[in-house]
């Protein structure tokens, strides 16, 4: 008799079976998209830490290299958090001297085999090499 006052029958009063499965769907889809959006985010940020400890390790190993007197450069290593880099003399000619520097550690490598989405390694190298000029 309430839903009759309305206007309304008792059948008209409420969701129908068909709405509620419908706005689970919606939900469902939007709550996955979320989780997978989460997940795209986080991989992006390790990524992005990783590659920024590779550059200040190179970096680092690169401002030491340039305070040694040019005459005095020579093989080393160091190790910065679980990055390696090691360093020694390429070539050296009358004015320009060239320095091989090798990252090992944690990065980015291309995978073969037709997959186009490029995984993180735990043992990956990266090789600079930088010239000197005779001062």
Request: glycine share 8%; aromatic share 6%.
């Amino acid at each position: 008799m309430f839903g009759s006052e309305l206007g309304k029958t008792r059948d008209e009063a409420g969701f129908s079976l068909v709405e509620l499965v419908m706005a689970v769907v919606v939900l469902a889809f939007g709550v996955v998209g979320m989780a997978t959006t989460t997940l795209f985010i986080t991989r992006q940020l390790t990524l992005a830490e990783v590659t920024t400890a590779r550059v200040t390790a190179i970096q680092s190993v690169m401002e030491r290299i340039r305070t040694t007197p040019y005459d005095s450069i020579c093989e080393g290593t160091d190790t910065m958090g679980a990055i390696v880099v090691s360093w020694s003399e390429m070539a050296h000619m009358a004015q320009t001297k060239s320095v091989r520097m090798v990252t090992m550690g944690p990065g980015l490598v291309s995978m073969s085999g037709g997959q186009s989405t490029p995984m993180m390694s735990s043992t990956v190298a990266d090789t600079v090499i930088y010239r000197m000029l005779k001062p």
